[in-house]
């Protein structure tokens, strides 16, 4: 009987909370800590590179500003779809004039730096070289 137990235990705490809202830093934090190589991605389109923030808009509720560096340059603010705290879907992508991209001259994306500051106070950051975000 102990290992049922601790095994329903196990699963307990493995699983969210029914109707969880990811709207916080301390409940988004450890889902982008885990998923840092994906926050964002650089993709060939139409002779353009698209600079993309879809994993990061779609945690986005808990971040109060997302920052980004090209090549090392300066950084500039990336401004998406807001959180729709008390809906929901906080985090749903619905905004049809808000894209999930910044559109760039082919071939000028070499490395990208993004800085989180979450609503907390607290920040996060990674550097990506463009051959381990690009994507088809």
Request: hydrophobic share 40%; proline share 5%; with cysteine.
């Amino acid at each position: 009987m102990k290992v049922f137990q601790t095994l329903g235990l196990i699963v307990a705490l493995a699983t969210p909370a029914f109707g969880q809202q990811f709207t916080t830093a301390a409940e988004v934090k450890p889902i982008l800590d885990a998923t840092k190589s994906n926050w964002i991605a650089v993709r060939e389109y139409d002779g353009q590179d698209l600079l993309y923030f879809t994993h990061l808009m779609a945690w986005r509720c808990g971040i109060d500003q997302i920052y980004y560096a090209l090549n090392g340059g300066s950084e500039r603010p990336w401004d998406g779809e807001p959180c729709y705290e008390g809906e929901a879907q906080p985090n749903a992508i619905k905004a049809a004039d808000v894209l999930p991209f910044v559109a760039l001259p082919l071939g000028s994306v070499e490395s990208v730096t993004v800085r989180l500051e979450y609503d907390d106070g607290s920040t996060d950051s990674a550097s990506y070289q463009r051959a381990d975000v690009l994507t088809n």
